[in-house]
């Protein structure tokens, strides 16, 4: 076993550290509701309360862990400067926890980054913080951020596997816990490194073990899933950047240790699925709530029979969404729905030829949202890329099928992740 290893086996977040934490970082962080769900708590015809988290002042929870931790270093250390790297939410957490405590920061961020997330670290960091974009992924960057702070001495402030973070992050559970009216049978929470799971299922596990809690990650980047599938930390070669609150190619060596002990189940979710629940909350409850934000809550179709009459806990985690992201957001929630497909067209080239595509081949409630089209001489067919929406799914074999009839079938591109990729 070597010496991490053995840290890790070592270490479990202890209640007097999370209380301590929680009583640390209250100068600086908002008592969030507990509220209860109408919509979600009608659909899945149980009790759904959401961990508003989104509410904090940086609008995600990340600011329990960096405050924690940043505020816990000595003077000495404090007076060097303390250095990170973050996808976006834990970059605003120590940001601000920069010019709170008047300390140097550097802050290591991937180029992908939103814009949004990297103007408000900037914001909140002010003159206290340097925002360097480094890197395609948040390993890239960490693994940056780690040499360059060897090299000036500054502390380095992990965003996720780091005993101080975890337990400033636990504290959400005690908050829970102070808020429920009743005993909470499940707990959903999102999972990017695993620092939140960490301290929120050790909490739990001490203070009410009846509780199921449950881990959430996107497909795209379920390295906990491939961790504990192999019982051992490992570290994906590719992964799915969309949700890049979550989008990490390596858990932590702490938190891989504590979810495995503590968590009831770990789930992976389609990157679709989770851009359909960020519209559902937007449009029937007016919240904003990023991709990483929203992952618990889109779990919960998964369990919809396990929690009917039970109460139910998810962790709204953040809401640094940017509105640039909006149509690809819409897009790709339409794609996992099945509305929308798009198709290699071979078009006769004549005239009328699309006249009558769109007389004999649409369906009444289909629409065309994408057409590119390039005419071929010398060829009796140009082929055209087309994209369709249906207002219902089960309108797409019918469509198909008229294509083939009226001989205008060229190509289905969904299923060509090659070619997709130049149209999503």
């Not at 070592?10 to 769900?37: C, D, F, G, N, W």
């Not at 005239?351 to 009796?380: C, M, Q």
Request: net charge negative; with cysteine; aromatic share 8%.
């Amino acid at each position: 076993m070597d010496e991490l290893t053995a840290a890790t086996k070592q270490y479990r977040p202890q209640l007097e550290a999370v209380r301590e934490a929680k009583e640390r970082i209250s100068k600086v962080t908002l008592l969030t509701p507990l509220a209860s769900s109408f919509t979600y708590s009608r659909k899945f015809n149980a009790n759904i309360f959401l961990k508003r988290e989104d509410l904090q002042q940086v609008r995600s929870y990340k600011i329990r862990g960096a405050y924690n931790k940043i505020s816990s270093l000595p003077k000495d250390q404090l007076n060097k400067g303390v250095i990170c790297a973050s996808a976006g939410n834990h970059a605003q957490g120590v940001a601000f926890a920069c010019n709170k405590l008047q300390t140097k920061g550097v802050i290591y961020m991937p180029v992908t980054t939103p814009r949004q997330k990297v103007e408000q670290t900037q914001m909140f960091g002010g003159e206290w913080v340097e925002v360097v974009l480094k890197g395609d992924t948040f390993d890239d960057s960490y693994k940056q951020a780690v040499v360059h702070g060897l090299e000036k001495s500054l502390v380095f402030i992990h965003p996720f596997d780091d005993p101080k973070v975890i337990e400033g992050q636990a504290t959400i559970a005690l908050e829970i816990l102070e808020q429920a009216e009743a005993p909470i049978d499940y707990v959903f929470a999102p999972l990017g490194g695993g620092g939140l799971l960490a301290g929120l299922s050790s909490v739990f596990k001490q203070l009410s073990p009846q509780t199921k809690v449950i881990g959430v990650e996107p497909e795209g980047a379920a390295s906990m899933t491939a961790s504990l599938q192999e019982g051992k930390v490992v570290e994906l070669q590719t992964i799915e950047r969309f949700v890049d609150g979550a989008a990490v190619q390596k858990v932590g060596a702490i938190n891989f240790d504590l979810c495995r002990d503590n968590l009831h189940q770990m789930l992976s979710i389609p990157e679709g699925k989770i851009c359909q629940t960020i519209l559902d909350l937007y449009n029937q409850d007016a919240i904003v709530a990023e991709p990483a934000g929203a992952m618990a809550l889109a779990a919960l179709d998964l369990f919809s029979e396990e929690i009917k009459g039970k109460n139910v806990v998810c962790i709204l985690s953040g809401g640094n969404n940017d509105i640039t992201r909006t149509a690809e957001i819409k897009e790709r929630a339409l794609l996992y729905s099945g509305l929308k497909h798009y198709f290699i067209v071979r078009f006769p080239q004549r005239a009328g030829a699309l006249k009558e595509f769109v007389e004999t081949v649409l369906g009444p409630n289909d629409d065309i949202t994408h057409f590119e089209y390039s005419k071929k001489h010398h060829r009796e067919n140009g082929p055209a890329v087309v994209g369709i929406e249906l207002k219902d799914a089960e309108d797409f074999a019918p469509l198909v099928q008229r294509m083939k009839d009226y001989n205008f079938y060229g190509q289905y591109l969904n299923d060509s992740p090659d070619l997709f990729q130049f149209l999503v």
